[in-house]
């Protein structure tokens, strides 16, 4: 995400401009964009989501959603961590016409109309008011704009990685986890979200103790730790399968285990105009201070209730700032900062100022009596929010703990740890220590022999300490919320909902987390919940009269930080990939017109349909059919799986004979057809349709995985062999001059299959003929694919033999009256009254896929029937047209064709069985008129075989 | 304005005459046309929380393109509550009929929604067949003209389809049974139903037990689990539906967009987020954890038919459970086996789009006992005597 931030550097800055709304700004080499607005003293750089309030920067860690801007055309750019670059071009969002004046601030005023779920109250009556209202809603909606200039031609890429340790954080917890783990002999991966190594304690100096800086090259150099910076991890999924994003590359990470040393990030205070510019987290004052090398010109007010408050003091005040005033919520605390004037006991009530922060009411926690600072910038520092979403992804179940105000892992996922700050110890010294814990036991886990997976909890014997102290029995319940107030108390800032929205809504009957989420849209914007959830918790638990346990928390789904389309597609320019079978260069030489066919390409024609047709009708035509699905069935079992699989019988298929069968599934429905060929006593050669190659094989794989003790091995053969179809009166002769085999009707009968040589290649023949004639479907390796046809195409010259596509197919076959299933056949279509009752043999002993069903609709009867028809008008519908009786829905046709055997059109159609019959007559709504068919029962072509047994 | 409270919470009574398990739209729906009938000594009982299954997952597509006369009719009738609740519930549940385009990629896809369009014509659905200057028209951010690997060949194009706001229909039904004085209970779980002499006798919860001798069980992906209860399995597995959102942005994309071929779907919302999905996993599970697959999948495919969001994000994925049937339409009505146990199941990825129909023609059938005509194809027993219903071609990936 923010990888172009270089690491701290110590070189001479550079200076640089980039335009923000038409206004050049200078920026330092490593500073973010929102570092260089802020010394340029630009601190609105957005508009809020629903009051169009100005917002400035709060959180600088790419968290919060003030700082989202369009840059150089990507919209919703959190600027704090994105650097700034030469030229850069950044715009303002969701404002007009100014991010400095914008005149949708109205709303602002207006937000008594406009309360919690007002769209659900309003807007509705009459009817015809919502869609008027609902285009002007449109019109305001949303936040950046979509990006037409940039199409998907990003430089992406994707990268899969195996480790012993996941480590996800670079902080200490993070360092000492994975020295820890790599110590002990595994292998780390170590990823860190930052440009550089050391989490939080790189802006916050005084924590940082001198050894930092050997720990992390410690690290750094170890030769089994692989250190992954300015990466995210966006999800943690099944089985520790870790999605991480680094810029414009995805990582896909399969650790053994995980440890989530993953830290905290600062929440911020409720109370009124919270959200004004200069209201600022203590963390996001300090990464300005130390790594953007910013200025806060004027007087600043901190409020918090722990020690980072006074280091930030400290440290702002060493860089020029004067510090009016600390306000500490606790009454004693162990800290103080000398020559500051400090209010303890006292909390933040109100901002004052309309763009800007100018002063900041504050009170004792009671609320009274109100005393006003004047200043300029307000500091939090008032405790943390634990980034624990990874933990509850993958499964750990955590609970809120008071002692520390924030949720810890009572039982951790399998093969998952936690280490550091996410689990409460925020001191360093514990955090080092539950890092190195924790890192052990992740390779413990892994090395002991019974790969122990779990985190036991026991092992956590490091004491938790109580940060801060503010959680006496005197205190309220959640002392950053604010008490009492007029003016809004801003909960979420991704869509604006106050404290009084939220209570409003529990009010109403949404008192359950979720529901309350849904209808205030708290934490449903682009932070997800990561400035707002802790607070909007507690303001549900108080105001149900719940404790924080009780209420529970929202979901936390991925990704972890939004994600980018774009990266998660990947290095994809056709993003479909696309197969081509062996004689594809053929084709295209021969003029062929190709046509997708799932992701294969298939030639549709080479000449004209009528010249295809009339070469293999009269003398010999070749057509490509590798895309065939291809499986190979070994073992002792095969014929036991074959009869439970199909309908039809198979122990009585004999070694050299090839049969053709249907797939039907449990409910007797038409999954599949092929052929079945036996080329040895345990050996079986099948096809499946181009369309169903992947469904069957994992159709067989799914039912075989029930049957372990059946000796059946597949193999998927699909891309191994390349296969054409030979078909013609005269393709026996063609055959004859490649091949030493007696190819003669007695030696090769039809529905024979046999393994023989054709033009010097091994191939397996099978004498079937799909389109009606003697043909022969030839199997061969693929590599000698475009060998062979091209020497049947030599060897069929002197009979003017004819490439064909699948056009001169598709009628050749509709002559014969030939399904194709998934074109003819629907989610509805059992053999029985697909015409094809003889393929089913309820008569087998054993079980098969579907018995129960054909049986039952057979005694049924049929409903429906797939006929053929032929039109009594020379016109060719549409393959959609219905089938109407009394002028209602009676059926569809399926397949249409203009057939020279019949001398006209001719079809398939579902109709109702009652008018199933041979001659029987069926309307057919061709162009809004009705158009007379007659049911055909034979084939329109060689109805008695002859030719096809030839 | 004084806001008003939604639903109240209620003591658990030992008795109701009907007791409705899942507080999704169509317990809900079911719960609300009940009391309209005059039944109103009824509970609608929920595990979590109104609207925590499907009824808050799915990505509230509404349409009625269906391809079988049976599915056409019965999800016509549910555009047209849809387009009513909005005035019936008096909340606004922000119904936007936007269009509904279903892509075809090749000449199978065409044939397919040819069909169904001449079809729904026939019933008197608005549904035609446009083509790609006419689908550019209407989309001009779709890429039917650029470089694809499957360009857009055709689409169905379905004006009144569009989307709604799915909690608001939720709320508002659980308002509309909470004023008819009806009791939603939240936070109660079914965890026996006892039956004597075939008929049900009371159902058991976690809150004690109440007599009845009618029970609805709502509860989609965990129908199958309450069927068991009663000692009826039904033909149903349960698989993962996985969708998206992204961060906002402004408004450019009014239709939903289908695409079968691409296996992917999206629809913007009046908040801007742009809403996607795929079909179902393959393999049957309860697990409501998204996988990263889905995204990679999702994200690859979108962006063939707009290339131009590649820099957009995605903000948050999630599961639901849907209960699939084998052919793809759901089971209402009652068991013979079991007197008084009703089911409104089997609703998979088509559920949400179905509430009011299937909640206005079930309290018909609870109330009066009597099947009403439009409910018949979509009994159980269609599975024993083997009357399916077709509804697969339409239904599976096109939401």
């Known amino acids: 995400m923010n990888e172009q931030l270089s690491d701290d550097s110590q070189a001479t800055p550079v200076t640089y401009e980039f335009e923000f709304d038409g206004q050049r700004v200078r920026a330092e080499s490593g500073q973010t964009v929102a570092g260089a607005l802020h010394s340029a003293g630009e601190h609105i750089v957005s508009r809020s989501f629903k009051y169009h309030r100005p917002r400035g920067l709060l959180c600088m860690s790419g968290r919060c959603p003030n700082c989202i801007c369009t840059v150089d055309g990507t919209p919703n750019v959190r600027i704090c961590t994105q650097a700034a670059k030469p030229g850069m071009v950044v715009k303002s969002q969701n404002a007009w016409p100014s991010v400095k004046f914008d005149l949708l601030r109205i709303f602002d005023k207006l937000h008594r109309l406009m309360p919690v779920g007002f769209y659900y109250k309003r807007m509705y009556k009459p009817r015809w008011m919502w869609p008027v209202w609902e285009k002007v809603i449109r019109r305001i909606a949303g936040l950046g704009k979509l990006d037409r200039s940039h199409g998907a031609d990003g430089v992406y890429d994707k990268q899969n990685l195996f480790t012993d340790v996941a480590v996800i954080g670079g902080g200490l917890a993070g360092l000492h986890a994975a020295l820890a783990a790599a110590d002990a002999g595994v292998s780390v991966t170590l990823i860190d979200d930052q440009p550089a190594l050391g989490g939080h304690l790189r802006h916050d100096p005084e924590l940082a103790e001198s050894r930092l800086n050997e720990l992390i090259s410690r690290v750094a150099s170890h030769p089994a730790i692989n250190v992954i910076s300015s990466a995210t991890v966006f999800g943690c999924y099944d089985e520790n399968y870790l999605g991480i994003q680094q810029g414009q590359r995805m990582i896909r990470l399969r650790a053994a285990q995980v440890i989530a040393a993953t830290g905290c990030w600062e929440r911020p205070l409720v109370f009124e105009n919270n959200d004004l510019p200069g209201v600022m987290l203590a963390s996001a004052a300090q990464r300005l201070l130390h790594l953007d090398k910013c200025r806060f010109p004027g007087e600043v007010v901190i409020v918090t209730d722990n020690a980072q408050g006074y280091r930030a003091a400290k440290q702002l005040r060493a860089a020029g700032t004067r510090i009016a005033a600390i306000v500490d919520v606790r009454d004693n605390p162990p800290e103080s900062l000398e020559g500051v004037r400090r209010f303890l006991g006292h909390t933040v009530i109100s901002a004052s100022g309309s763009r800007h922060v100018g002063g900041v009411v504050i009170a004792p926690l009671a609320g009274h009596p109100k005393q006003t600072l004047s200043c300029r910038w307000l500091v939090q520092a008032v405790g943390f929010t634990p980034a624990n979403s990874l933990l509850y992804q993958n499964g750990c179940k955590l609970r809120y703990d008071e002692s520390v105000d924030q949720a810890i892992v009572i039982q951790h996922a399998p093969a998952m740890h936690s280490a550091g700050a996410v689990n409460g110890l925020h001191d360093p010294g514990n955090a080092a220590a539950d890092g190195q814990r924790a890192g052990k036991a992740a390779a413990e886990a892994l090395c002991s022999p019974c790969h122990r997976v779990s985190d036991p909890p026991a092992e956590n014997n490091l004491e938790i300490p109580r940060h801060g102290g503010h959680k006496e029995e005197e205190s309220p319940p959640c002392h950053y919320v604010a008490p009492s107030g007029a003016k809004k108390k801003f909960v979420c800032l991704c869509e604006d909902v106050t404290e009084k929205d939220i209570c409003d809504a529990i009010d109403e009957g949404y008192s359950n987390i979720e529901t309350l989420k849904r209808y205030s849209t708290v934490s449903m914007g682009p932070c997800q919940g990561k400035m707002c959830q802790a607070a909007a918790i507690a303001i549900c638990a108080r105001h149900n009269g719940q404790s924080i346990a009780e209420t529970g928390v929202t979901t936390a789904r991925p990704p972890e930080q939004p994600l980018p389309l774009g990266v998660l597609a990947g290095r994809a320019v056709h993003f479909s990939l696309v197969r081509r079978t062996p004689m594809h260069a053929w084709h295209e030489q021969h003029g062929a017109k190709m046509g997708d066919a799932g992701n294969w390409k298939r030639p549709q024609v080479y000449t004209s349909v009528t010249q295809e047709y009339e070469a293999v009708r009269q003398r010999a035509g070749l057509i490509d059919v590798s895309t065939l699905g291809k499986i190979e069935l070994r073992g002792r079992d095969v014929v036991k799986f074959l009869e439970f699989i199909y309908p039809n019988r198979f122990a009585n298929l004999k070694v050299g004979r090839v049969r053709y069968g249907v797939i039907c599934d449990d409910a007797g429905i038409i999954l599949d057809d092929g052929t079945i060929a036996r080329l040895g006593e345990d050996r079986f050669f099948l096809t499946t349709t181009t369309g169903n190659a992947d469904a069957i094989d994992s159709w067989f794989r799914w039912w075989l995985a029930a049957r372990p003790q059946w000796d059946v091995r597949l193999t998927n053969v699909s891309g191994s062999y390349a296969a054409m179809n030979l078909a013609g009166p005269r393709s026996r002769e063609v055959l004859k001059k490649l091949t030493d085999a007696d190819l003669s009707r007695d030696a090769m009968p039809y529905l024979a299959a046999s393994e023989i040589q054709i033009a010097g290649v091994p191939a397996i023949v099978l004498r079937i003929g799909f389109v009606g004639e003697l043909g022969y479907e030839i199997h061969v390796p693929a590599q000698f694919g475009q060998h062979v046809w091209e020497a049947i195409l030599e060897a069929g010259r002197e009979f003017n033999i004819a490439p064909f596509g699948l056009e001169a197919q598709r009628l050749l076959r509709l002559e014969k009256k030939h399904f194709l299933p998934g074109v003819d056949t629907d989610a509805l279509s059992n053999p029985l009254e697909a015409d094809l009752p003889w393929i089913v043999k309820l008569d087998k002993e054993d079980d098969f896929i579907g018995k129960r069903s054909l049986a039952r609709s057979l005694q049924r009867g049929s409903r429906n029937k797939l006929v053929a028809f032929q039109l009594n008008e020379p016109i060719v519908p549409d393959l959609a047209s219905l089938v109407l009786t009394n002028g209602k829905l009676g059926g569809r046709i399926t397949s249409i064709g203009q057939s020279p055997a019949a001398g006209g059109t001719i079809g398939l159609a579902w109709i109702p069985a009652s008018l199933s019959r041979n001659g029987d007559t069926i309307q057919i709504q061709i162009n809004g008129r009705l158009v007379d068919a007659v049911v055909h029962d034979e084939p329109f072509y060689d109805p008695s075989g002859e030719k096809l047994k030839s | ?399």
């Not at chain 2, 387009?83 to 606004?92: G, R, S, T, V």
């Not at chain 2, 009791?183 to 004690?208: F, L, M, P, S, Y």
């Not at chain 2, 018949?376 to 009357?387: G, H, I, S, V």
Request: hydrophobic share 40%; with cysteine.
């Open chain 2, 1 to 399: 304005m004084v806001s008003q409270r939604m639903w109240r919470e209620h003591e658990l009574k030992d008795q109701y005459d009907v007791v409705i398990i899942g507080g999704g739209v169509h317990g809900l729906a079911t719960a609300y046309y009940l009391t309209k009938l005059g039944v109103k000594n009824i509970a609608v009982l929920e595990a979590k929380y109104i609207g925590f299954g499907g009824s808050g997952r799915n990505t509230a597509i509404v349409r009625s393109n269906y391809r079988t006369p049976e599915g056409i009719a019965f999800y016509d009738l549910s555009v047209k509550l849809y387009e009513q609740l909005a005035a019936d519930l008096d909340f606004n549940v922000m119904f936007s009929q936007h269009g509904h385009l279903t892509l075809a990629h090749n000449e199978r896809g065409v044939t397919g929604l040819t069909e169904r369009a001449n079809t729904n014509q026939l019933m008197g659905v608005n549904s035609r067949i446009i083509f790609p200057q006419e689908i550019q028209q209407i989309v001009p951010d779709l890429n039917v003209f650029g470089h694809s690997r499957f360009p857009i060949q055709a689409a169905l194009y379905h004006p009144p389809g569009g989307i709604i706001r799915h909690d608001a229909v939720v709320w508002a039904y659980a308002r509309g049974v909470d004023r008819g004085g009806g009791h939603v209970h939240q936070k109660t779980e079914v965890t026996a139903i006892e039956v004597q002499n075939g008929q049900v006798e009371a159902v058991d919860t976690n809150r004690g037990r109440i007599k009845t001798k009618m029970v609805l069980n709502a509860t989609a992906g965990y129908a199958g689990l309450i069927s068991r209860m009663v000692g009826l399995e039904i033909p149903i597995e349960t698989h993962p539906l996985q969708a998206a959102v992204t961060e906002p942005l402004k408004p450019f994309l009014n239709s939903v967009i289908v695409s079968s071929t691409l296996h992917v779907y999206v629809s913007q919302t009046d908040r801007g987020e742009l809403v996607l999905g795929a079909e179902v996993d393959d393999h049957a599970s309860y697990s409501l954890r998204g996988t990263l697959a889905f995204l990679e999948g999702a994200a690859i495919h979108l962006l063939e038919l707009f290339p131009h969001l590649a820099n957009v994000k995605i903000l948050r994925q999630w599961a639901g459970l849907c209960d699939m049937t084998p052919d793809y339409s759901p089971i209402m009505g009652g068991t013979p086996d079991v007197k008084g146990f009703y089911m409104t199941v089997g609703w998979g990825t088509y559920g949400f789009k179905a509430g009011p129909a299937s909640g206005y023609l079930m309290a018909e059938l609870l109330a009066s006992g009597k099947t009403p005509k439009r409910l018949e194809p979509f009994a159980l027993t269609r599975f024993y005597d083997d009357c399916l219903v077709g509804e697969k071609a339409a239904a599976s990936v096109s939401h």
